[in-house]
């Protein structure tokens, strides 16, 4: 049984910091190159940032470029989106997800207010 859990979600001011965490079970993780999404309350569900499976090249949404940071590590099935300087425009339900096999964790909010 395929499992994405995504973790590490919260209230945070903004300016603050938050690492979400996604633990996977069921398929082989080292193979896929794994992303994360973001919903906003009112808006379609946006790419965030991306990282392959063997060479851990990383991608990025423009919006996110030098604050956040995704990695993975492959000995324990996990991935990773460390998110820095976050602004009230984050606010978002983030989801882990190996788009190419089409699994998809059912998410973690992440709300940034004063």
């Known amino acids: 049984q395929v499992q994405l859990v995504e973790s590490g979600g919260g209230l945070v001011q903004p300016g603050g910091s938050l690492r979400l965490s996604c633990a996977t079970s069921?398929?082989?993780?080292?193979?896929?190159?794994m992303s994360w999404y973001r919903q906003a309350p009112g808006k379609q569900r946006e790419f965030v940032a991306r990282i392959t499976s063997t060479f851990r090249r990383t991608t990025y949404a423009d919006s996110v470029k030098g604050r956040f940071t995704i990695s993975r590590d492959n000995a324990k099935n996990t991935a990773y989106l460390q998110m820095n300087t976050l602004k009230p425009e984050d606010t978002a339900v983030y989801y882990c997800?190996?788009?190419?096999?089409?699994?998809w964790g059912k998410g973690t909010l992440v709300n940034v207010s004063s």
């Open positions: 069921g398929f082989t993780f080292s193979t896929y190159a």
């Open positions: 997800a190996a788009p190419e096999a089409g699994y």
